[in-house]
């Protein structure tokens, strides 16, 4: 078990022809507890976007406030964007 969840690290590798993506959210259902946890984000992932960030650090900002463990989890990724 890797313990409780309060934030992630999500990003890419950058390949493609247009790897740019923008995130509004991530949302995380544990299916044991039938309790969803929201983690804001509403920026580009992208080297020629925003601030060039390719990966980002997101903490719980909706939810669930104790956090969860990562067994049994669905990860959603909401609104991506290509950039074109």
């Not at 650090?57 to 964007?81: A, H, K, R, S």
Request: aromatic share 8%; charged share 25%; hydrophobic share 40%.
């Amino acid at each position: 078990m890797l313990g409780t969840l309060k934030r992630l690290r999500i990003g890419h590798d950058n390949s493609g022809l247009s790897p740019g993506w923008f995130l509004d959210k991530v949302i995380v259902d544990d299916l044991e507890t039938s309790r969803v946890y929201e983690f804001p984000c509403s920026r580009w992932l992208a080297k020629d976007e925003d601030d060039g960030q390719i990966s980002r650090e997101l903490l719980c900002g909706g939810g669930g406030t104790e956090g969860i463990g990562i067994v049994g989890l669905l990860i959603i990724l909401i609104l991506l964007f290509s950039a074109f």
